[in-house]
C-alpha cells in the first residue's frame, strides 16, 4: 500500500503571527476604500458638485495606487516586503493628517490630494502583502492562502461602512442640496458655515485612522518578519522580466480583468447610495445601510468561496459567479421598487471571490517575476480611478428614452458594471478552458 504525501498547510505554525500581522493590512486598507466609499455624496452634497464631479473622490483615491504600484515594486525589490509595508504605512497616515489642513482650507483639491497621498501608501501595501501571503507557504495552495488572508479585507471595509455612517454621515447636516442652494444664494456666510461644519465632521474620523495607522507603523518596525525564497536576490531585470511578462497571455488578461472587477466593485458599492436616493427616495444613511448589508453579504461568501476552491477550478468558479453578476445587475437596471436595489445587493456575493481569486490565477509560476507582476495587478486597480467617474458622468444626465421606455440615468449607468463582468467572465471561461485546466 503506497503512502500518501500529507499536503502542506495553508499557513505553517511557525509562521502564524507574522502572517496575522501581515493580514491586519488587508483590513487596514478595506477601512480605507470603505470609509471613502460613501464620501461621494456626502461632498456632492456638502459643496453642491456634480456627480462626475464628487466622483474625481475615486479617481484620486484609486489614482494613488495605479501611479505607485511601478515605483513601489521597484523599491521592494530593492529593500524587502517589510520596508515596503513600512513605507505604505507612513503614506497612508501622512495622507490621513493631510485632512485636518485641508479641512481648514475648505478646498476640494486639498481633499483629493490626501486621497491620492493616502493611497500611493495603499499601493506600497497591496503590492507588498499580496505577494508576500503568496510566498508565505507553499505554491500549490497559494491562491487559498491569499484568499484567507484576503477574507478579512472585507471586515475592515465593514468596520469603515460603520463608521461612515455612524460618524460621518449620521452628523452632517440633514439639508437637501435644493435648501443648501437657496441657502447660498440667500445668505453666502451662512452656507460657508454649514460646508465648514460638514467638512469638520468628515475630517475627525480619518485623522483617527492617521494616528490607528501610526500605531500599526511602530508596530511593525518592532517585528521580525520572515524573509521568503528569493528575497535576497537584489537585482531586478526589468526589461527581461517585462518581456516575460508581456508574453504570459495569462498574467495579462489578468491584469485587464482585475482592472473590471475593480472598476465594477468600487460602482456598485459607490452608486449604491444615489440608487437608493434617486430610485427609492431613501436618505443617504438609510441607503448606506443596504451598502452594509451588501458588505456583510461580501464578507460572508468570501469564505464560502475560499471553501469552495477545494472542490472547484479558480477559473470555473470565476467564470460561474461573473456570470451571476451580470444577471443580477440586468435586475438592477430593468426591476423596479426594493427588487432592483436587491439586486445590486446581491451582486456582492457574486463579487467576493474575485480579486484575490484574479490575482493568485495572474501570478501562479511567476516565481521571481511576481514582485514586478504585483505591481501589474496593482496598477489594475486604476480600473477604480476611470469607471466611477464615468458613471457619474451618465448619471449627470438627463433620463434616457428608448421608444415609449423611458429609463433614469442611474439605472442606465449600470450598463458600466454590465461589461465589466462580461469580461471577468470572459477570463475566467479562458483560464479554465484555455490556459489549462487547473486553474
Same mark, same amino acid.
Given at each position: ?101 485641508? $479641512? ?51 471586515? $475592515? ?234 458613471? $457619474? ?47
Amino acid at each position: 500500500m503506497t503512502e500518501t504525501t500529507p499536503r502542506p498547510p495553508v499557513v505553517a505554525r511557525e509562521i502564524l503571527l507574522p502572517f496575522a500581522l501581515v493580514t491586519t493590512l488587508f483590513a487596514l486598507w478595506g477601512f480605507a476604500n470603505d470609509i471613502t466609499n460613501p464620501m461621494v455624496a456626502a461632498f456632492k452634497n456638502i459643496l453642491l458638485i456634480s456627480n462626475f464631479q464628487s466622483s474625481l473622490v475615486q479617481f484620486a483615491f484609486y489614482g494613488g495606487y495605479c501611479v505607485m504600484a511601478v515605483p513601489a515594486a521597484l523599491f521592494i525589490k530593492r529593500f524587502t516586503y517589510k520596508t515596503g509595508i513600512l513605507m505604505g504605512l507612513a503614506l497612508y497616515s501622512a495622507g490621513c493628517f493631510l485632512f485636518i489642513p485641508a $479641512g481648514w482650507m475648505m478646498a476640494f483639491w486639498a481633499f483629493l490630494l490626501a486621497y491620492f497621498i493616502m493611497t500611493c501608501g495603499l499601493s506600497f501595501l497591496e503590492t507588498s502583502a499580496n505577494p508576500y501571503v503568496l510566498a508565505m507557504g507553499a505554491e500549490e495552495n497559494a491562491t487559498r492562502r491569499l484568499n484567507f488572508a484576503q477574507a478579512f479585507n472585507p471586515l $475592515g471595509s465593514l468596520t469603515g461602512m460603520l463608521v461612515a455612517k455612524n460618524t460621518i454621515l449620521r452628523h452632517l447636516d440633514p439639508r437637501s442640496e435644493a435648501e443648501r442652494m437657496q441657502l447660498r444664494a440667500a445668505d453666502p456666510a451662512a452656507f460657508e458655515a454649514l460646508a465648514k461644519h460638514d467638512l469638520d465632521v468628515i475630517v475627525g474620523p480619518y485623522a483617527a485612522l492617521g494616528l490607528v495607522v501610526l500605531l500599526v507603523l511602530v508596530a511593525f518596525a518592532l517585528s521580525r518578519l520572515p524573509r521568503t525564497a528569493g528575497e535576497e536576490h537584489k537585482q531586478l531585470d526589468l526589461i527581461g522580466t517585462l518581456r516575460r511578462l508581456v508574453r504570459n497571455g495569462r498574467y495579462i488578461e489578468g491584469v485587464i480583468a482585475q482592472a473590471f472587477y475593480v472598476g465594477v466593485q468600487i460602482m456598485c458599492w459607490t452608486f449604491i447610495i444615489q440608487y437608493g436616493e434617486h430610485e427609492l427616495g431613501m436618505t443617504k444613511e438609510r441607503a448606506q445601510w443596504f451598502n452594509m448589508i451588501a458588505m456583510m453579504t461580501f464578507v460572508s461568501f468570501r469564505f464560502v468561496c475560499t471553501y469552495l476552491l477545494k472542490f472547484f477550478s479558480p477559473g470555473g468558479l470565476l467564470l460561474s459567479l461573473a456570470s451571476g453578476g451580470f444577471a443580477l445587475i440586468l435586475g438592477t437596471v430593468f426591476l423596479r421598487g426594493m427588487a432592483g436595489l436587491y439586486c445590486l445587493v446581491g451582486v456582492s456575493a457574486c463579487m467576493s471571490l474575485m480579486f484575490p481569486t484574479i490575482y493568485g490565477i495572474a501570478l501562479k509560476g511567476l516565481g521571481d517575476d511576481a514582485k514586478l507582476g504585483a505591481a501589474g495587478l496593482i496598477m489594475a486597480i486604476g480600473g477604480g480611478a476611470i469607471m466611477p467617474p464615468l458613471q $457619474g458622468w451618465i448619471m449627470d444626465q438627463p433620463a434616457f428614452h428608448y421608444g415609449a421606455m423611458t429609463m433614469s440615468s442611474v439605472r442606465v449607468s449600470f450598463a458600466l458594471p454590465l461589461i465589466c463582468f462580461a469580461v471577468i467572465a470572459l477570463y475566467g471561461f479562458r483560464t479554465s478552458r484555455v490556459h489549462g485546466h487547473h486553474y
